[in-house]
């Protein structure tokens, strides 16, 4: 007997079934948190955040059109609540450096790894990036959604998505600012000090895409 | 070379979008074209380079706030739950379900624990406000002992300064402004001529560091030393070090805190910058251990 889909799941769930929606949250939760942290850069709000998403989706469900799949719709909902978030908090949150929030195994009395350093380097670079940006190169780029869904998603043609994964690669190119034959094997300075970093204002992009 | 092409065709072109003309004709461009060819490689790279994020790990706990958050929306009989009847119907049989705001939700139970177990702490940290001993509480030494035994040595000729209560940027800075003891062991870090601090063998803090006997009225043979010792701070500059953008490098260390960084019980490492002269940063780590990485990382000036 294989698991139920994710849309009957919350058919299940709006016909009164008092355990659907906890079995979407189950299923989901991982990855809804993974996309804000990825978004936000930071636990704290991430976790805020996957918080407002399920709740909005308790909310919604009865929006739910079967016409997009359900993960299309909760990931709609999660980068709502995720930008929200972000809107809420303004600039007043430091960046984290914790190699758990840059999605590496932390593995306690190691050096610092390479790869932590990478990670850490890289996520830190990402917050940097363009909100607008951002979300488009996580969505796309780490969470491998493609181009059609990311544009169902965030409500814009998908000519627009690519351009904006383009204009973000482009961004966390310039923040890591690394020669591409040598990975990075430092994080970048605390923020708010790095005066080399072209794309430090996350809710002014420089430029927009043409919408 | 022709018009470039702009980015909204780079990044079709990167998207694997065009018919095989349209393809030739950017691959052309970027044959002839240095600078057109860069930004795609770049930004060819920056994706690759994305792939070192690994989807992070559920923290423990959210999934109980989640189920709990859920539960208690789920009781509301708020118009915002529309037409779906199941809220309704489950809220009629929960007489006066009135709406729970977030932080009377059960999860919140937990935070108020750690506020609690946070308010018990601080008069104990109090206690010690603005001692400034030693790590370890190690008898004083000269500057060029301590530059010149390494290893072991190190950790224990930088002063420890413990402040109750939550540490920030701010905090810190008032500090400096006002406490001539915390100031003193940052010029000294600071001062030229000070030994640099390498990632491989860490040294001394430099002439100004303070042994017990200079540090004049806060130094009380009283005063607990940290639990954990030198040892456990010796490993603080070289994690910091290796956490530090190179521009920064060396670093030098000026002082210890002991103190809340965020809730959480921290050793604080405030070191000033060789590269970038005036630059004082706090690096966080766990309470006496200094073996993982950073915490976190904040610019103070």
């Known amino acids: ?65 079967r016409a997009a799949a359900f993960s299309t719709w909760l990931y709609r909902i999660a980068v709502n609540a995720a930008t929200d978030q972000a809107r809420r908090r303004g600039r007043a949150r430091m960046t984290t450096l914790d190699p ?22 890289v996520q830190t670079a990402l917050t940097k990036v363009p909100e607008e940006f951002r979300v488009a190169v996580v969505l796309c780029d780490l969470y491998r959604v493609p181009y059609a869904d990311a544009a169902q998603i965030l409500e814009v043609p998908v000519g627009t998505v690519k351009s904006r994964v383009f204009r973000g690669r482009l961004a966390l190119a310039e923040c890591l600012g690394a020669p591409p034959d040598r990975p990075p094997l430092h994080v970048p300075g605390p923020p708010g000090t790095d005066t080399t970093s072209p794309a430090s204002e996350p809710t002014d992009p420089p430029s927009r895409p043409q919408e | 070379v022709p018009d470039h092409p702009d980015r909204e065709q780079l990044a079709a072109f990167q998207a694997g979008d065009g018919d095989r003309r349209q393809r030739a004709e950017v691959e052309a461009h970027l044959a002839g074209c240095p600078s057109c060819a860069e930004v795609v490689a770049s930004v060819e790279q920056a994706r690759r380079r994305l792939a070192v994020l690994e989807e992070p790990a559920l923290p423990p706990g959210l999934h109980d706030r989640l189920a709990a958050a859920v539960e208690a929306e789920a009781a509301q009989p708020s118009p915002a739950n529309g037409p779906a009847r199941w809220y309704r119907r489950r809220a009629a049989g929960r007489p006066h379900a009135h709406p729970v705001p977030w932080y009377r939700r059960p999860v919140a139970w937990g935070a108020a624990a750690a506020l609690l177990l946070a308010a018990l702490i601080v008069p104990f940290l109090d206690r010690s406000s603005g001692d400034l001993t030693t790590a370890g509480g190690s008898s004083g030494g000269s500057s060029q002992e301590a530059a010149t035994t390494g290893g072991a040595a190190d ?47 860490s040294q001394g803090a430099g002439p100004g560091t303070q042994s017990p006997d200079q540090a004049g009225g ?35 260390p000026a002082f210890f805190i002991q103190g809340t960084y965020r809730g959480r019980e921290t050793t604080i490492l405030v070191t000033t910058s060789t590269g970038e002269p005036g630059r004082v940063d706090l690096w966080v780590f766990p309470r006496d ?5 950073p915490l976190a990382t904040e610019p103070v000036r």
């Open chain 1, 1 to 65: 007997v294989s698991d139920p889909s994710d849309e009957s799941l919350l058919a299940a769930h709006l016909r009164g079934d008092p355990r659907a929606f906890g079995t979407l949250v189950t299923r989901h939760e991982r990855r809804i948190f993974g996309l804000c942290l990825r978004i936000l850069g930071n636990r704290e709000d991430a976790e805020d955040a996957t918080q407002e998403a399920f709740l909005a989706a308790l909310r919604k469900a009865s929006t739910f059109r």
């Open chain 1, 100 to 121: 758990e929030d840059a999605g590496v195994a932390a593995d306690p009395g190691a050096d610092l790894g390479e790869t932590v350093t990478a990670a850490v380097a």
């Open chain 2, 155 to 201: 950790a224990d000729r930088i002063p420890v300064i413990r402040i109750p209560g939550e540490v920030s940027a701010a905090t810190v800075r008032s500090r400096l402004a006002t406490d001539s003891r915390a100031k003193n062991a940052l010029d000294s870090a600071g001062a030229p001529g000070a030994q640099a601090a390498t990632p491989r063998a």
């Open chain 2, 218 to 252: 806060g130094y009380r043979s009283s005063a607990p030393a940290p639990p954990a010792g030198a040892a456990s701070l010796q490993p603080c500059l070289p994690a910091a070090t290796a956490a530090a953008k190179p521009a920064s490098r060396p670093l030098r």
């Open chain 2, 289 to 293: 251990n200094c073996s993982s990485r």
